[in-house]
């Protein structure tokens, strides 16, 4: 049994960032039953009484170089840190950061690779990393991101769907054809998850590192400890909504501009069709 030694850093670090008003979390309210009759999408509404635009962009320099002191976890290695996200989506909402400068659309690296084994070794759950602003990152100093969950806990309300995909070979499903997913036993470290993004990549169209300077296309990337999925990316705001890895994974966020006609009329799936 791991000791979740960065989950419980992370918990008392968040305590402590909210007294000192450094963490803001973002206020959503389940809106599901109202659009969708299925349970594999979770749809959120974002409360905007108190936004605070200012607050919610921050400054425009590299908010990761440096890092702000009160959010951080733990050093990972020498190439990483862990630190809270500024605006969490869940209560000790993680991000695994480089120490230095790297681009959030380049190729990831062994050391990322080693850094993400290291903390889930430790700390587990649904992590997700989104390539460029067309696959919904905010940032373009690379950064993952991790949800923490318990060891017998669904990673995320699609997590059927991606173990079942390579059994249900829909030629007609758009989804399936920008999507590639492989199954694998994250806890027992017995693959190279670099050679396996490596060849889930050159699979999908993205190119290899070898020949491309970059990935080819946008894309996100969803790993647990059962199955890493990645999905090429064509779009980032369709319908008034903006979709990032967490919304493949099942999580949908409904704001003030998105199409909630067109959400009820042709469900989350039909929606997630427009972005790849």
Known sequence: MSLEKYWKKALEQTRVSIDDESLYPLKTVIITDDLYEKDDFIIRKLDTSNFNKKKLYGPKQNPFCPWEKILEIDKIGDNHQLILNKYPVQKGHILLITNNWKPQNGWLDI????????VNK?????WFFNSSPIA???????HF?????????????????FMEMNLDQDINSKLKKNIIVSK?????????????????CKKLGLGNPISDKKPIYPYNVLITNKWIAIIKRKNDH???FSINSLGFAGYLLVTEKSNINYLRKFGPEKLLESFV
């Open 111 to 118: 050391y990322d690779w080693k850094a993400i084994q290291q």
């Open 122 to 126: 430790d700390t587990t759950g649904l």
């Open 136 to 142: 919904g990152a905010s940032q373009p100093h690379r």
């Open 145 to 161: 991101q991790l949800l923490r969950r318990s060891r017998d806990e669904i990673s995320c309300p699609r997590e059927k769907w």
């Open 184 to 200: 694998f036993n994250f806890l027992e470290n017995s693959v190279s998850l670099l050679e396996l993004y490596l060849e889930l």
């Open 238 to 240: 369709i319908h008034g």
